[in-house]
C-alpha cells in the first residue's frame, strides 16, 4: 500500500510550476522592493557596500542622494514584474528564473553589480542574493504544495475526494 502511495504521489509531481509561480510573485512583490528599498540590508542580510566618496558626493550632487542601485531607475524597474521592461523572467514546470537585463554601455548593469567589477574597483552589490528568511519562506510554500498533492492522492484512493485538484491558496 505505501509504494503504491509513494508512486501516486510522485505521479503528481510532475509540474511545479504552481509553487514556482507563487514564489516568483512573492520575489516581485514582497521581497524586491523591500530588499531595494532597504539597500541590500533586509531580513538579516547584510546591506550593499558603501559608495565611494567621490562618487557619493558625485551621485549626491547630480541625483539628489537616490539609494543605492538606484540611478536611472531601470535597474529597479526591471526587478518591479515580471512583465517589466528589462526583467528576465519565466516559470516552467521544474525552474523559476528571475532576473534582470539592463544594458548599459555594452554590459548588463544588473550582472555588474551582482558580481563588481575589477577594472574599475566597484564592489558587488548583488541584488540577486536570497535571505535565509526568504529560502525558507519559499520551501514552506513547495512543502505545502507537496502536502496538498499528498492529501489530494490519499482523498482520492479512498473516493472522497473529485479528481480535480483544489488551487494552492
Request: charged letters at 20%; hydrophobic letters at 40%.
Amino acid at each position: 500500500y505505501l509504494s503504491r502511495r509513494i508512486f501516486d504521489v510522485a505521479e503528481q509531481l510532475t509540474d511545479f510550476s504552481e509553487p514556482l509561480k507563487q514564489m516568483q510573485d512573492d520575489f516581485y512583490t514582497d521581497y524586491m522592493p523591500h530588499r531595494l528599498r532597504a539597500e541590500g540590508g533586509y531580513e538579516g542580510e547584510e546591506g550593499f557596500a558603501p559608495l565611494s566618496p567621490a562618487y557619493a558626493a558625485w551621485k549626491e550632487m547630480h541625483y539628489g542622494g537616490s539609494p543605492i542601485l538606484y540611478l536611472s531607475g531601470r535597474l529597479w524597474q526591471a526587478f518591479s514584474g515580471p512583465q517589466a521592461a528589462g526583467a528576465v523572467a519565466s516559470v516552467s514546470p521544474f525552474e523559476m528564473v528571475v532576473g534582470a537585463d539592463v544594458p548599459v554601455g555594452g554590459w548588463n548593469l544588473a550582472a555588474l553589480h551582482q558580481f563588481g567589477t575589477t577594472r574599475t574597483w566597484m564592489p558587488a552589490r548583488p541584488p540577486l542574493r536570497l535571505s535565509m528568511t526568504r529560502r525558507a519562506h519559499w520551501t514552506s510554500i513547495l512543502r505545502r504544495w507537496v502536502r496538498q498533492k499528498m492529501l489530494w492522492v490519499g482523498g482520492r484512493r479512498r473516493g472522497q475526494i473529485g479528481t480535480e485538484l483544489p488551487a494552492l491558496d
